[in-house]
């Protein structure tokens, strides 16, 4: 069979009606210019669907742009979008914005309410409070990276592998999930750091592995839903490999839910580890975390009350801003 | 229904006497991104009491967009942006104590309430919907509540009349039998999906009866069931609304349906009207070249409502020596769902084969096991029993290793072009793809390839970067015959390739086809529920029903002089066959005489 002989007509020229009784044909910039579904202006007898206009762009990258562009129209977003970077950055560069040293005391200095001189006012041993969020910044992040990583990498792989494989394999897996979801997660969290020590990691694990199950049960879900659609089938038939099948269609077309729950997760991540950390389960004094620095602030909240207020509005205003951010990119996804 | 026996004495030939629905210059468009694309541009129409109006047009033609206008019901993103639609009610004395109708109207001077629509509020346009416009929805799998039972269902609409009690439950039994529901008593009582498809829709028609509208809506209302259910549910349909002098607006893409039912035709194109008029009219001397396109495309009527095969192969020619794939007595059984130790047999004993550089298609009815044998031919599914050779070799039985082989020899198509391209892959990814798996070449010959098979399937190769949401269904049937193609196979096996897509645009991949197994000596398997589409692409020919083969030969013989009433049946029901004999001569007024009757 030789396939070279099947030309119809140059590319360039797109094709002759007369041959095939199918070229479509162009019928100038105006049907995608309207930005409506590609419509005939009904010109040629033969003419099938118009093609689309060649000075439009298409493909992957003009989707892209659209879809920031769509974004971008919203304030709220953008909004939340800046506060999270904001505080992505403090994590990793917390001198930035502070000049204060926030291991530094002054006992003249105790108890100050919020000024120019201290954003966030001082604390019982006369420590800024701004600059001692923003160092806080760094452990708590750092430990919802780490708590995120684990959840989507052991979620993604359960919950790609009991969806992809089903039978049995589905059976245990999830079997072991439910049980995971059966123990409340603070209580686990708790038994965990207390098996692992008290420290930042432990409480990032704890809460970590906390998390998985939501990834794991999203991900099956979605992968069984992908994994009937003809394109999956049509990929098989044209010959590729169980891995390629997996890795090309199913996976990055069931990702979508799995990135809104991940930013969603984030925030839970964040509070769960604010918890445990309120609780003392996390960095010994005098390091700060957001936790720490809330509960420190609970026997001065008659007098002083901005010590443990302001880290709680800084912590809701993160865990919000996350919640929108995912909101929004769950009805893009729609 | 008063209003409108009364009107039925009077033959409706001049509609304009007394309109129901007039639509005048009505603009609407939908926003997206920003931006108001129209969807419908400057359209006149006006309904008379009592009459079938046919609206016909391409998908993305307004069709749908107009019919929701009508009864209210336009997606969020849609905007009126000009004219007017003007409901005019009767004064009937159900309507004089409707909650809702005492709102915006105006007596224009024949006694009757003038209602517009555009603009109109959400409680006014309810008191409409159901009691004066009903509708019957496109897709009777998902019309229903699947939580509720049917007798509920229509007892709502019923309800919305004020009756109550005794009387409610009478009448639920009646609309039901009304609609052609068999034991009404039984299938009140019974949940959605204990129904086939063509018993929901008759249950959608007797809830769009229950209201005793004036006016009924069919948006598609068969498109998604088999050509014999369609044509007993359009025939109650029709003979329904003739007996009670319903206005019936029918909304279709195919011509021949149009033709068969409407007492005018309104053809749509790109949001405008470009040509209406009774159906004998339209079909003799299209003013358009448009209507002359989709004349053509509807094989009913191109020929006179006969079925003309393409191909005339003589008898002796059926049988082939050597054929591409053979399937004998192929079996397959299915267990079933449940504890219980029962099977159901998919396929009895089918035997068939494809001679090389032919078309054989496989035609029933859905459940009928076509697409069963596909997927047997293909490697997907396993037969229970008998034979399956390619080329000669015993492939039977064969594990996913030596199958996945054999993708070099035989490709698949599949029904839906919607759902058969990743939606994240470029078109140049997608048709490369089998290259990839079987690592045919590299980047820039495989680039080579793909623009060559681009080509073939008359794309230009610029499309290469596109995503397949922005092709159309017709240009992404397209993606997918090329990326069958891209491993030259010798078998090809089309699943249902254009009964997703619009009547004229299937003409286009019909041609292509034929074009293609021209110049590249490919081999279809074909399976279509549609004998018009057979008779246009295939030499032989199998008829299966209920798993069992009903006869099989050359198209030509087959289709020429069906030897079983199962065939025969699926001839019949063919659409465009009434609206030939209306285009032989016989004017419309003859045929109206005779469907009342």
Do not use: C
Not at chain 2, 226 to 243: A, F, K, N, S, Y
Not at chain 2, 346 to 375: I, N, W
């Amino acid at each position: 069979m030789t396939v070279s002989v099947a030309h119809i007509a140059s590319p360039a020229t797109g094709t002759d009606p007369a041959a095939t009784g199918a070229g479509p044909v162009t019928s100038g910039a105006e049907p995608a210019a309207t930005g409506a579904e590609p419509v005939t202006s009904g010109a040629g007898s033969a003419a099938g669907e118009a093609l689309l206009d060649e000075s439009q762009p298409g493909g992957r990258r003009a989707n892209l742009i659209a879809s920031l562009r769509t974004l971008g129209s919203r304030p709220g977003f953008v909004v939340a979008v800046l506060f999270i970077a904001f505080v992505m950055v403090t994590a990793f560069a917390p001198g930035l914005f502070t000049s204060h040293d926030p291991y530094a005391t002054a006992p003249a200095d105790r108890l100050v309410s919020p000024s120019g001189g201290h954003l966030f006012g001082t604390d019982e041993l006369g420590r800024d409070l701004w600059s001692r969020m923003l160092h806080g910044s760094a452990l708590t992040i750092k430990a919802t990276l780490i708590a995120l990583g684990i959840a989507i990498v052991a979620g993604l792989a359960l919950g790609v592998i009991s969806g992809f494989f089903g039978g049995l394999v589905d059976a245990v897996l999830m079997r072991g999930v439910d049980v995971l979801l059966a123990i409340p997660s603070l209580l686990m969290a708790l038994s965990i750091v207390t098996a692992l020590g008290f420290g930042t990691v432990p409480v990032a694990v704890a809460v970590g592995v906390g998390i998985v199950p939501g990834f794991a049960r999203t991900t099956r879900a979605e992968v069984l839903r992908v994994k009937t659609l003809p394109y999956v089938e049509a990929a098989r038939g044209g010959g590729a490999s169980w891995l390629r099948v997996l890795l090309r269609h199913v996976l990055p077309n069931s990702w979508g839910p799995v990135a809104v729950l991940a930013v969603l997760d984030t925030g839970i991540a964040i509070i769960a580890i604010a918890s445990l950390s309120f609780l003392g389960f996390g960095a010994a004094p005098p390091t700060a975390e957001w936790g720490t620095l809330i509960s420190a602030g609970r026997n001065y909240l008659v007098t002083a009350p901005w010590v443990s207020l302001l880290p709680g509005l800084f912590v809701a205003m993160t865990v919000l801003s996350l919640n929108h951010i995912s909101k929004t990119l769950q009805e893009l996804e729609r | 229904m008063t209003a409108g026996t009364s009107q039925l004495t009077s033959p409706p030939t001049s509609p304009l006497v007394s309109p129901l629905v007039t639509i005048r210059d009505l603009h609407v468009g939908y926003v997206r991104r920003r931006r108001t694309a129209p969807a419908v541009r400057g359209v006149d129409l006006s309904i008379g009491s009592g009459e079938i109006v046919a609206l016909v047009g391409e998908s993305g033609s307004g069709k749908s967009t107009i019919a929701n206008t009508i009864i209210g019901l336009l997606p969020d993103n849609a905007r009126v942006t000009a004219g007017s639609v003007l409901l005019h009610t009767g004064p009937d004395p159900e309507d004089a104590d409707g909650p809702a109708l005492d709102d915006r109207l105006d007596l224009d001077g024949h006694g009757r309430r003038t209602v517009e629509i555009v603009g109109a509020r959400e409680k006014v346009l309810r008191g409409l919907r159901g009691r004066v416009v009903g509708l019957v929805p496109q897709d009777p799998m998902v019309g229903l509540n699947p939580t509720r039972r049917i007798g509920g269902q229509v007892a709502e609409a019923i309800r919305l009349r004020g009756v109550s009690g005794d009387d409610l439950d009478a009448e639920v039994l009646e609309f039901l039998a009304q609609a052609g529901v068999d034991n009404p008593q039984l299938r009140a009582r019974q949940y959605p999906h204990e129904l086939s498809g063509g018993l929901r829709q008759r249950v959608l028609i007797g809830i769009a009866l229950a209201g005793r509208p004036r006016l009924i809506i069919a948006d598609e209302p068969t498109s998604a069931l088999d050509v014999t259910v369609q044509r007993r549910i359009l025939d109650h349909l029709e003979g329904l609304v003739r007996e009670s002098g319903i206005s019936l607006l029918i909304i279709t893409h195919d011509l021949a349906v149009a033709a068969d039912r409407g007492d005018r035709v309104v053809v749509l194109q790109d949001g405008e009207i470009v040509e209406q008029g009774p159906p004998g009219d339209i079909l003799v001397s299209p003013a358009q070249d448009y209507t002359r396109r989709l004349i053509a495309a509807a094989p009913g009527l191109a020929h006179g409502g006969q079925i003309v095969p393409r191909f005339q192969l003589p008898p002796e020619q059926v049988a082939t020596p050597d054929p591409v794939i053979r399937l004998e007595n192929v079996s397959k059984r299915y267990p079933l769902p449940g504890r219980q130790a029962g099977s159901f047999l998919a396929l009895d004993g089918v035997s068939v084969e494809v001679a090389r550089g032919r078309t054989h298609a496989l035609v029933g009815e859905s459940g009928s096991g076509k697409t069963t044998m596909l997927r047997i031919a293909f490697g997907f599914e396993q037969a229970t029993d008998g034979r399956v050779s390619l080329d000669g070799v015993d492939i039977t039985g064969l594990g996913w290793k030596q199958t996945r082989l054999l993708r070099r020899k035989v490709q698949l198509v599949h029904q839906n072009p919607y759902a058969s391209l990743d939606p994240r892959f470029t078109v140049g990814q997608s048709i490369t793809e089998p290259l990839v798996s079987f690592r045919i070449g590299d980047r820039r010959t495989r680039t080579a390839r793909a623009l060559e098979l681009l080509d073939q399937v008359a794309l230009p190769g610029s499309y290469l970067d596109r995503l397949p949401a922005e092709l159309s269904g017709g240009q992404r049937q397209r993606v997918a015959i090329a990326r069958a193609l891209a491993l030259s196979p010798e078998l090809v096996l089309l699943d249902e390739p254009v009964s997703a897509l619009d009547v004229s645009v299937q003409e286009q991949i019909l041609e292509l086809l034929t074009d293609l197994q021209e110049r590249l000596g490919l081999s279809y398997l074909f399976v279509s529920h549609d004998l018009a589409v057979v008779a246009r692409i295939s030499h032989t020919v199998s008829v299966l029903n209920r798993g069992r083969q009903v006869e099989s030969g050359s198209v030509a013989a087959v289709f020429g002089s069906p030897s079983s009433e199962y065939t025969r049946e699926l001839i019949d029901a063919v659409p465009g066959q009434r609206g030939a004999t209306r285009q032989a001569g016989s004017r419309d007024d003859d045929v109206r005489e005779v469907a009342r009757t």
